[in-house]
């Protein structure tokens, strides 16, 4: 027997506090756990909270299990919360820049406070391994600190990830934070053909990248840099050249997609109630609806909701519209629902899951977060692309230049009425001509989990390598 095989891993897991980091988290503590690691998964209690909140599960109690399920499955997982810093019902959208700054300074002091007790609490396995999400800047101090393998989770494609990688090549060539700003296209990043700036995630795009969000990016990004190794929820089989580049500098593995499977469905993710929009999808023909989300995150303008709403009611095509509770800017006209009459249906928030996995569904309109364009693809919706802010403008790339399994839905940046109509009415027509790339990339993705698949043999490697670390 090789020495290694005796080692088991226990992992700390740490997400950033919001949906899009949470979902793939989840997923991939499930895989993890479910291929022998220990794993022990933390939420801010904020989070916590609103999980309980959304599923009706109770207002909010700190001493709910949302893995017990798993558990009982046989799956070796623990939970566990920690404060963020704030009170729980502190506003933190309204106060931004000083949650984010909370989240620098005071959020690590917690997570050193609780890595420290679990490694010192004679668990068995001993904690070996810190997989915290590599949007935090605190994640090398901590692993250095309490001897741990430091594994950093990129929770988007691997371009975003190199283009950050890379934030200095692209300030030394003026493609960055330049007076002279370049705005031609991007030729010298190791792995990437070409890319344009505009392609860029938009803290790359902006010519005074000097916010607290900037700097705080920047300097997790730096923090990456001293990560053991990068686990990223992507596919080799679909950015290749770009991981090989990664690989020469750091052991890169793409697991991706890391979806929910069996065990996933008992454990709550959504921080929204889900409205149940199913009996509604039933009730239309195959492919008429086209579903329209902008994620957990990004905002549109009051304007571009005008527009948007404006462009939905000259369409003649079925819709179902998620329009967050907590976005005030999303006030629709007045009438809208009344104006619209059974051809739409908007809902604060759904399992988009269920969804896109829906026979009448036809199309999605997405901002293009990397979750929803790793779901898209799976269920075979194409998509039709307005990205808003971070990674989106990288992914809709990818979305729509490489794998062409989307269209834009507008060449520049603003929403008029009239183009979302013709787009839209348009796209459920022409979409049939991304199905072909559509069927290729989702079995991409088939493949890629099969046994013989690169994700499947690169979950296969990581737990060598991080064994062979702590050894
Ligand atoms: N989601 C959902 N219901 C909604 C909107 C989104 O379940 O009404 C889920 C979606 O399936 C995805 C996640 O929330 O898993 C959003 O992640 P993504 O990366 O697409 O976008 P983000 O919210 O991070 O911008």
Known sequence: MEPEENIKLHAIM???????????????????????????????????????????????????????????????????????????????????????????????????????????????????????????VWPSEIAKKYNLVNISFWTEPALAFTSYYHMDL??????????????????????????????????????????????????????????DVIICNTVQELE?????????????????????????????????????????????????????????????????????????????????????PDNTWNLLPSRFEDDVKDRGLVVPWCSQIDVISHPAIGGFLTHCGWNSVLESIWYKVPMLCFPILTDQFTNRKLVVSEWKVGFDLCSGRILRQQEIAQKIDCFMTEADKLRINLEETRKKLEYTLSKNGSSGSNYKQLIIDLKSRIL
Not at 34 to 62: C, E, F, P, W, Y
Not at 81 to 90: E, R, Y
Not at 191 to 216: C, F, K, N, T
């Open 14 to 136: 740490i997400p950033v506090p919001l949906q899009g980091h949470i979902v793939p988290f989840i997923n991939l503590a499930i895989k993890l756990a479910s291929k022998g690691l220990t794993i022990t998964i933390v939420n801010t209690q904020q989070i916590h909270q609103r999980l309980m909140k959304a599923q009706s599960i109770s207002d909010g109690t700190l001493d709910y299990d949302i893995f017990s399920e798993a558990r009982k499955s046989g799956l070796d997982i623990q939970y566990t919360t920690i404060s963020d810093g704030f009170p729980l019902n502190f506003d933190r959208a309204g106060n931004h820049d000083q949650y984010m700054e909370g989240l620098f300074h005071v959020f690590s002091a917690h997570v050193d406070d609780l890595v420290g007790n679990l490694v010192n609490s004679n668990h068995n396995p001993p904690v070996s391994c810190l997989i915290a999400d590599t949007f935090y």
């Open 240 to 324: 290749s050249s770009t991981i090989s580049a990664l690989q020469e500098i750091k052991p890169f593995y793409a697991l991706g997609p890391i979806f929910p499977n069996g065990f996933t469905k008992s454990i709550p993710t959504n921080l929204w109630r889900e409205s149940d929009t199913v009996p509604w999808l039933n009730s239309k023909p195959k492919g008429s609806v086209m579903y329209i989300s902008f994620g957990s995150l990004a905002n549109i303008t009051r304007q571009d909701t005008l527009e948007m709403a404006h462009g939905l009611l000259l369409s003649i095509v079925s819709f179902i519209w998620v329009v967050r």
């Open 170 to 227: 692209l300030r030394i060539n003026g493609h960055f934070g330049s007076q002279d700003y370049r705005e031609d296209m991007i030729h010298y990043i190791p792995g990437v053909d070409a890319i344009e700036p505009g392609d860029l995630p938009s803290y790359l795009q902006d010519p005074e990248p000097w916010g607290i969000m900037h700097r705080y990016i920047f300097k997790s990004l730096e923090d990456a840099r001293k990560a």
